[in-house]
């Protein structure tokens, strides 16, 4: 008793409390208190969560699904979180996987083709105790056969190398990084059960971290990512960052170089691809975290205010809002396009021929800001393909236009074009040329190929007569004057052609023929 009082006097009291009990404590919200709509929850996560509690199972959805519907969204993702291990939900679905190492976790499909749905199913967890987990050398790439067989695994720093210990809910849920994505939803009863008072930080908008903010970005230094895509996600919500969870971001971003180069590449296109790209680099420089994070990632940030990035990613945050699919090719040809471009005018300006120094000015590029991430194969395909149609956009005659549309990744160029036209890189009546060229029948798309050929027969022909109109002068001069050597010097030439000063037409025409291989004396008898 005495030694309590002592510690309450000291200031030390609550901090023992919390590190007595850092699973918080149990409540279970009713629907009266969190009014989730049950219309907004995807019925596949409900049969989900279904099949599981008929089996004997618990079944929740959980995270960031439960976040958004308490706040009136609909989620795009639904996640379900059981005390069933991976080969029990497995057994339980037709068409389920287990995926993943680092944590195994079930994939729950419905349907097929791009109709399909994936329902993500993860086991409870058991609190991940540093102390009490092996310790491995280097990251998860580097460590995969020292890894081999171990459930949990940290590295030095002590960052999570592997987790797949099961455990209890209430240790699930203090192993989650927000409190506002460690509520559990049951969609039959309509309660929400919430150890870390999630419900209370999300009325209040707040993001705060579960746990010391520092330790949490050690065992994992994403999370530093996953609290900035949150906070961009969540501000026009009104969400701001706990300061307790921003203040560590900067002196911990260092740990992200540890972390495997495809993963942080994964977690940059999460930032940029989910519809809140703008908010996402805004949050970025608000944070510190302008640079350092990743090297791809720096460029997006130091370019997102050139006026074609820009439209780039207001055009990718549009497409998301809309519910239409956006590809992470588009979105870095865009980023990248600058680099292209001047590799390619460097090269032009040393007389390489142009389309092999376009490749050339693309493979540099490649090489000095995508590096080997996983995928980069078909990324880079999708890449290049984007940029070498832009020049091939400028031929408009033949058979080029009918090979261009035919193309699997003509959209995708053409949106391309599109918005170098909207940035004024391009003219705008080529952009709107292949607009209606790609939409028109095929008599239409010939009506237009025979436009753009008249339009450059016309071109040649006013600059052929600009050369001409150079030249008048110095032979008229003589016809128009009256000076009378002038005349002479006319009519000796007239007299040396076979002809006479009142028959210019004929020798227009005899003119005309001499290409042709017709010699003088063959024209004038012809005539």
């Known amino acids: 008793m005495i030694k309590n009082i002592i510690d309450k006097l000291l200031g030390k009291s609550a901090a023992v409390g919390k590190a007595k009990n850092p699973f918080g404590k149990r409540e279970e919200v009713p629907v009266e208190v969190h009014h989730i709509d049950p219309k907004l929850v995807d019925r596949r996560a409900v049969d989900v969560c279904s099949t599981l509690k008929e089996a004997g199972f618990e079944a929740y959805i959980v995270g960031g699904a439960v976040r958004d519907l308490l706040l009136g969204l609909r989620p795009k993702d639904f996640d379900v979180a059981t005390n069933a291990t991976p080969e029990q939900v497995k057994n339980l679905f037709r068409r389920a996987f287990i995926i993943g190492r680092r944590f195994r ?180 420089r608000k944070l510190g975290l302008a640079k350092g994070i990743y090297p791809l990632l720096d460029v997006v940030v130091d370019r997102a205010d050139l006026p074609f990035v820009q439209a780039a990613l207001m055009d990718t945050d549009r497409r998301v809002a809309e519910g239409k699919s956006v590809a992470p090719s588009f979105l870095l040809a865009c980023v990248l396009w600058q680099d ?50 832009q020049p091939r956009f400028e031929k408009r005659t033949g058979s080029t236009p009918f090979g261009m549309i035919a193309q699997v990744r003509f959209r995708a160029g053409f949106d391309f074009l599109r918005l170098r036209a909207d940035v004024d890189e391009v003219d705008e009546m080529l952009a709107n040329w292949w607009q209606e060229f790609q939409q028109a029948d095929e008599a239409r798309r010939e009506d237009l190929i025979a436009q753009v050929r008249e339009e450059q027969r016309a071109k040649q022909k006013g600059a052929t007569g600009a050369k001409r109109g150079a030249k008048k002068p110095a032979s008229k001069a003589p016809v128009e004057s009256s000076d009378a050597s002038a005349l002479q010097a006319v009519a000796q030439q007239a007299l040396n052609d076979g002809e006479t000063l009142d028959a210019p037409a004929k020798k227009r025409r005899r003119r005309r023929r001499k290409p042709g291989g017709a010699g003088q004396g063959n024209s004038g008898a012809g005539e």
């Open 105 to 284: 976790i079930v994939h729950v499909v419905y349907g097929r083709g791009r109709e399909n749905e994936v329902i993500e199913v993860t086991t409870f967890r058991a609190f991940l105790d540093s102390s009490k987990a092996e310790q491995v050398q280097g990251n998860e790439k580097t460590s995969k056969a020292a890894l081999a067989g171990m459930k949990l695994a940290v590295d030095e720093s002590g960052r999570v190398l592997r987790d797949n210990v099961w455990g209890p809910q209430n240790e699930d849920a203090a192993r989650r990084d927000f409190t506002v994505n460690a509520m559990y939803y049951d969609p039959q009863t309509q309660i929400v059960v919430d150890y870390h008072k999630g419900i209370r930080d999300a009325q209040k908008l707040v993001l705060r971290m579960i746990g010391d903010p520092a330790t949490r970005y050690r065992e994992d230094p994403v999370r530093i990512i996953r609290a900035v895509r949150f906070a961009a996600k969540l501000s026009k919500k009104g969400f701001t960052i706990d300061p307790k969870t921003a203040k560590p971001l900067v002196e911990c971003a260092q740990l992200l170089q540890e972390v495997p180069q495809s993963r942080m590449f994964d977690e940059m296109l999460k930032l940029l691809q989910t519809g809140h790209a703008l908010a996402s680099v805004e949050q970025l």
């Open 340 to 389: 292209v471009k001047a590799g390619w005018d460097a090269r032009l300006d040393r007389g390489e021929h142009p389309f092999p120094a376009l490749q050339d000015a693309i493979d540099e590029v490649f090489n000095l800001r995508i590096g080997d991430v996983s995928g980069r194969g078909k990324l880079a395909a999708d890449m290049r393909e984007i940029w070498v149609m």
